[in-house]
């Protein structure tokens, strides 16, 4: 390890640690996540899921941050990005429980959902996380991965956020090999869905935040898509 690298853990513990030791700071984050769920989803996903990309540069490069990483229009793109998931979130987390009731035996899980944990919570957490993730997720994936390659192709420069999207061009770059057979086939099954039972197995405050931390190991699946294909 680098002197860089314990400077950075001990950020991390100097960020984290105040919401552990002073129960004011814990109870402003769930208020403020309660009364503004879309613009701290915005900057949890800005902040976390930009840092995975950065882990993941550590991880690729040697390096947190170089020439045409795009911090800044990372940042922004994230935090778009994680205000559609949670608003994907609520939707399936409702939708999901409610036709699981309607259509099958599984009486009370609207409920359980709300609750604290139990068996029935879990099974309802696992099906919402199995609908969002074979559904909304390999879009999601797919429309990040164009809009991290438009950020490249801008050297990572902040003009990159206002110009448009070719959508044809980046398309057709993808390495779908490397898309299907890692980021999908294998990150989905064994991680994303997993972990996304356990979030929202978690209460409601804490959900988003819990699935911005599983964005840093995102941005560190990224780095390891990009090494394969190289």
Sequence with gaps: ????DFLVI?????????FFIFKPVYDGFCT???NYPLWMAFLKFGILATFGEMLGSRLKN???YHKGFGLFPKFVVWGFLGMWIALAMSVFKVGIPTFMEKASCFAGVTEAMKG??????LVGAFFVSLMMN?????VFMTFHKICDMHIASYDGRAVSLVKPINIRKHIQ????????????????????IPAHTLTFCLPGEFQVLFAAFCSIILGLFLSIAAMKKK
């Excluded at 390890?1 to 860089?4: E, W």
């Excluded at 950020?11 to 105040?18: K, M, N």
């Excluded at 604290?116 to 919570?121: I, P, Q, S």
């Excluded at 779908?176 to 980021?183: E, M, P, Y």
């Design 62 to 64: 040697g390096d947190y």
């Design 32 to 34: 403020l996540t309660a």
């Design 134 to 138: 074979t559904s909304f997720a390999p």
């Design 10 to 18: 001990a950020i991390v513990i100097l960020v984290l640690l105040p």
């Design 1 to 4: 390890m680098k002197k860089i």
């Design 116 to 121: 604290d944990f139990c068996g029935l919570k």
């Design 173 to 192: 770059e993808v390495n779908w090999d490397v898309q299907w057979s890692f980021v999908f086939k294998k990150t989905i099954p064994l991680f994303w």
